[in-house]
């Protein structure tokens, strides 16, 4: 006989026992269940069926209650802001950006400059990846930003996890150092340190990725577990980087300046084939080297081993690993104070003891590792003791000087060969000169692509452009110009260059002439300095048009600058400054007004080096 007794229950706990007729179990099925939960014939009273009915009620609400609080639960934003000269920072942001997303953060990707006080101030979790231009300073895109951050009006930041990624080169003295500022500014202003900063050497992809992997987590409040790998690309396409380069061939090498000119810059066509690399103007292609052999025999020579000895520890010989493996050309700072404990020189001791830059500068200046090491030719060193002093041999940069729709899947590089003599030899820049040593088709180098955002033209085709790239600066903006015209762009279009004499130094003369005859390069400003008494350089051209420049700036041009960062890129700078002072009749905070704006609308862009 079926139990009748009245029981309280809660029809949404699912622990709640059961009082069936023994052996009808069974007879719960739900494929026999009709509306509301039963057939008309069922074994079951009517108090169980209300009851059973209000069980099966209560877990059907209970599940939809359920489903509405998982689609309604908030993720977790993480705000990755990137400060970039080159490109590295902005595309090691974005992978990390894209594996936060693939383990359900939302997220946000910005360029610092884009980031205002107000919106970071509103920022919970930031993750900084910064890289240093020059000689310690801020990177283009994140100088406005830090001139802020920087400044008494900053906002407290008390809400705000974040972490810093620095990257770095070693070979400055100022190593991490933009990196290390807005660490140090970040906490000051009452933000949390979720993580210790970490500063990357150029060799930066496995630090990174460690930093990364420890980093990701702690923004995880929920603790479930997270998918921390390689971010996936969205389609099936090869990825080529610095680990596994595209064996690109080599087709054109021909030389551009004359046969007098004190330089010899070359041009080259590389065939990207079927590797899949897609680029745009502004982009760099990143070209692995080869160390010059007649210096690892010098090398080899003066550590007095053979060439197929293979080191303790390593697989090859040490003859592949100075050529493939190893910085031997520019001695970076760890190295100089290493080598000397070894070599005992009193004067490079003294002036490393004194910390006077530009003392220890001036003794450093032209000399490569053998130099260092012929100090005390007497001083012995292992080959493995060598070796651990060493960096790792790194791609070169280059910037693009075709665009892709003139010239399909092939893309041309226009550079310098550097050559500098010293007391007993002729030094060889690394890269340079191992492209000017290939003969077209009969050898194949690795490439790969480095996307530069920093560095775009305008999306508007009417835009107006001004382009200021002396010597090999002319690179990126011979793409430009091929570009616009593939484009039919009607924007006017506007190109400083200069070098040292015309008759042996005008690079591309022909086709800069062919754009001017056209009539789509609308004017042309050129800058030689050797070819009269008085020196003359592109920003003595700027000035002397300086109402010109200032009247496209106002009517919406943009300016590029391409080349030397030290000196060319910094008088330019300066020169533009003048110059909306001059021809705005402004004073000095007016004028750095106006070109802070002109920088934050990112019409004032950069690739220098």
């Known amino acids: 006989m079926v139990n009748t007794k009245k029981k309280k229950v809660n029809q949404f706990d699912s622990n709640t026992e059961l009082n069936l007729p023994e052996n009808k179990v069974d007879c719960i099925n739900k494929s026999k269940i009709d509306s509301p939960f039963f057939p008309l014939e069922s074994p079951f009273s009517k108090n169980q069926k209300l009851w059973i009915s209000g069980f099966l009620e209560g877990l059907k609400q209970n599940s939809e209650i359920k489903e509405v609080k998982d689609s309604n639960q908030q993720k977790t934003l993480i705000s990755f802001l990137f400060g970039t000269q080159t490109g590295n920072a902005e ?36 993750v900084f990846i910064v890289s240093t231009y020059g000689e310690g300073e801020m990177p283009d895109n994140a100088q406005l930003f830090w001139d802020s951050l920087a400044s008494e009006a900053a906002p407290k930041l008390n809400n705000m996890k974040f972490g810093v990624l620095a990257l770095g080169d070693t070979s400055y003295e100022q190593f991490c150092n933009a990196g290390k500022l807005l660490d140090f500014r970040l906490e000051q202003l009452g933000a949390t340190r979720l993580i210790d900063r970490v500063d990357c050497d150029v060799d930066f992809e496995i630090p990174s990725k460690k930093w990364v992997r420890s980093l990701l987590p702690l923004f995880n409040n929920d603790n479930e577990e997270l998918v921390i790998d390689e971010p996936i690309s969205d389609d099936d396409t090869v990825t080529w980087n610095k680990i596994n380069p595209y064996l690109a061939e080599v087709s054109e090498n021909k030389l551009l300046s004359g046969k007098n000119s004190n330089k010899e810059i070359r041009h080259y066509e590389i065939e990207l084939a079927d590797s899949g690399i897609e680029y745009k103007v502004g982009d760099t292609l990143n070209v692995v080297p080869q160390n010059c052999p007649k210096l690892v025999n010098l090398i080899l020579d003066r550590i007095g081993v053979e060439k197929n000895y293979k080191p303790v520890g390593f697989n090859n010989s040490i003859n592949f690993l100075l050529l493939n493996n190893y910085e031997i050309l520019t001695p970076h700072q760890s190295f100089i104070e290493e080598i000397n404990v070894i070599l005992k020189n009193k004067q490079l001791e003294s002036l490393l003891k004194a910390k006077n830059k530009d003392s220890l500068g001036n003794f450093l200046w032209g000399k490569d ?5 012929n100090l005390n030719k007497k001083a012995e060193i292992s080959s493995e003791k060598f070796l651990s002093l060493l960096k790792p041999l790194q791609p070169r940069a280059y910037s693009i000087s075709s665009s892709p729709k003139v010239h399909g899947s092939q893309v041309h590089l226009t550079i310098s060969t550097v050559r500098w003599s010293g007391p007993e030899r002729t030094h060889e820049g690394i890269c340079s000169n191992y492209l000017a040593r290939l003969s077209p088709s009969s050898y194949k180098v690795g490439v790969f692509l480095t996307s530069n955002n920093s560095f775009r033209l305008p999306d508007d085709d009417t835009s107006s452009i001004i382009m200021i790239g002396p010597g090999t600066g002319l690179a990126p903006f011979k793409a430009f110009l091929e570009e616009r015209k593939a484009r039919g762009a009607n924007g006017k279009n506007w ?48 000035m002397d048009a300086s109402t010109e420049i200032f009247k496209w700036l106002e009517q919406g041009a943009y300016i590029y600058v391409c080349g030397d960062a030290k000196y060319m890129a910094k008088d330019v700078d300066n020169t533009l400054y003048q110059i909306v002072k001059k021809e705005g009749s402004f004073n000095d905070d007016q004028t750095k007004g106006y070109l802070d704006n002109f920088k934050r609308d990112k019409r004032y862009l950069r690739d220098v080096y």
């Open 91 to 126: 595309n090691l942001a974005q992978d990390t950006a894209r594996l936060a997303a693939k383990n359900s953060f939302e997220t946000e990707f910005l360029s610092l400059d884009d980031v205002t006080m107000e919106k970071l101030q509103g920022m919970k979790n930031a």
């Open 369 to 373: 590792i053998l130099d260092l090491l």
């Open 495 to 542: 190109l400083f260059f200069g070098d040292q004499t015309r008759k042996d130094d005008f690079i591309y003369e022909k086709e800069i002439t062919y754009f001017k005859k056209s009539g789509l390069l609308n004017r042309l400003d050129l800058a030689f300095s050797r070819d009269q008494k008085d020196k003359v350089y592109v920003q003595h051209k700027m």
